[in-house]
């Protein structure tokens, strides 16, 4: 007798299936670029999906095509039956959905007609969920369902709260939001009770962490602009190192620490990500800074900042910073922005103000965190207690309807047994 197959592929069409982040994939046709045609079957990963029915593939070396579903097939049987998987995961738990908010822009008064819509919710795993599988197997029950483009977010309960309780922003938010859609009634019982979540650790996980990503910013806006220069370094002397361009660059551009060891690798490291990026664009002809020198002696030409360094990527560090100060000082936190933070955040948005003035700004409004946090408003830590004793009501409630066959999806004959869609 032989074993039963993983799954029964030849029941799942390969062009079909949803491709989640990460995939890799292989291309059903060859696909011309600008300076090059990639062959039928060069092989890429998926990293977003643009619009319905399409994907975007990125193949190392070449860079990011957008390109129809239908021109990709999952790399191997391995990669079909994890791409099944997750539908089938997906399938069941998604009608176990307690609640869901938007979030985002659309949330903090700073959208546009264009803009997307961006959700996170709650789910509650069925009875059969948290307890049909041996200990040693319970990682591999999902807690958290996210849809193929990214947008759309479900935490399970419990990963829910233990998030909450590290005062984590995206979860805090999603609790706090003024606009909440309740899919079952017992969405109440979590969101009635969000306060026991909120504690001054929130300095720490939306105010500090912003400061710090607001500095890490800084280093590699003053990095990349010295690019430039580390090209011209590298095309006027055939000579130069790896050590010797970070030694170089860490005199001129690393923002001193006092330890110059340290600032000649932090130089070194920015040398390796900047060929690695240029690299995984299509850029250089391998990943290595012997492909960077040769890049800079034959093709280099001014570069525009990185994606990752325009100004819309720090509007988000001013307003939770803001968000932080004011929940600290009143209790109540920041969600729609109004007034001047929502000027200056719109602005950045809409690149009327370069990173560094978007930084400065960051900077300003940290400056009353220590202040707001010192004669704050909310308890040191968060209720631990409360918070076990609403997780385990819940999970409670989940058996209760499972074990009496209650209507809905956390039934018996609601609820699929996640053995089978797990093997």
């Known amino acids: 007798m032989t074993d039963r197959p993983l799954l029964a592929l030849d029941a799942f069409d390969p062009e079909r299936v949803t491709l989640p982040h990460g995939c890799e994939v292989t291309l059903r046709r060859a696909v011309a670029m600008s300076e090059h045609t990639l062959a039928m079957g060069t092989v890429g990963r998926i990293t977003g999906h643009p619009a319905p029915g399409r994907v975007e593939v990125t193949v190392a070396g070449r860079g990011c095509l957008d390109l129809a579903r239908a021109d990709v097939a999952p790399r191997t049987d391995g990669q079909l039956a994890h791409a099944v998987r997750r539908a089938r995961v997906e399938a069941a738990l998604l009608p ?48 958290v369902v996210v849809s193929a483009d990214g947008s759309h977010t479900l935490w399970e309960v419990g990963r829910t709260i233990e998030q909450a309780l590290r005062a984590d922003p995206n979860t805090l938010e999603m609790l706090f939001v003024p606009s909440v859609e309740h899919l079952d009634p017992l969405a109440a019982t979590l969101f009635e009770t969000r306060e026991v979540f909120v ?23 003053r990095l990349a602009r010295h690019r430039d220069a580390v090209l011209g370094w590298l095309r006027n002397d055939d000579a130069l190192l790896l050590d010797a361009v970070a030694a170089r660059l860490a005199s001129e551009a690393v923002e001193p620490s006092g330890n110059p060891k340290d600032d000649t690798l932090r130089a070194k490291q920015y040398l390796k990500q900047l060929y690695r990026s240029m690299f995984d664009q299509g850029l250089l002809a391998a990943c290595s800074f012997e492909a960077l020198a040769t890049f800079a002696r034959t093709e280099a030409s001014a570069f525009d900042l990185p994606r990752e360094l325009r100004p819309k990527n720090a509007y988000n560090l001013l307003r939770i910073v803001a968000c932080a100060v004011q929940w600290l000082r009143t209790g109540t936190p920041i969600i729609a922005t109004e007034g001047a933070l929502r000027d200056r955040l719109l602005s950045i948005k809409r690149g009327e103000v370069d990173l560094d003035t978007a930084l400065r700004w960051t900077d300003e409004a940290a400056a009353d965190l220590d202040p707001a946090r010192d004669a704050s408003a909310l308890p040191e830590h968060p209720n631990d207690e409360a918070a076990a004793q609403l997780l385990l009501r819940l999970r409670e409630e989940a058996a209760r309807r499972w074990l009496h066959a209650a209507d809905g999806p956390w039934s018996r004959d609601g609820a699929a047994d996640p053995r089978s869609l797990l093997r």
Do not use: I
């Not at 546009?112 to 948290?130: I, K, N």
């Not at 001054?200 to 939306?206: E, P």
């Open 199 to 221: 504690s001054q650790r929130l300095y720490g996980s939306f105010g500090r962490y912003a400061v710090a990503q607001a500095k890490k910013l800084r280093q590699s806006l």
């Open 96 to 143: 176990c959905a307690l609640a869901r908010a938007t979030v985002g822009s659309r949330a903090w008064n700073l959208s546009h007609e264009g803009s997307d819509h961006d959700t996170r919710g709650v789910l509650l795993w069925p009875f059969s969920w948290a307890s049909a599988l041996p200990p040693q197997k319970q990682g591999a029950v999902p807690d």
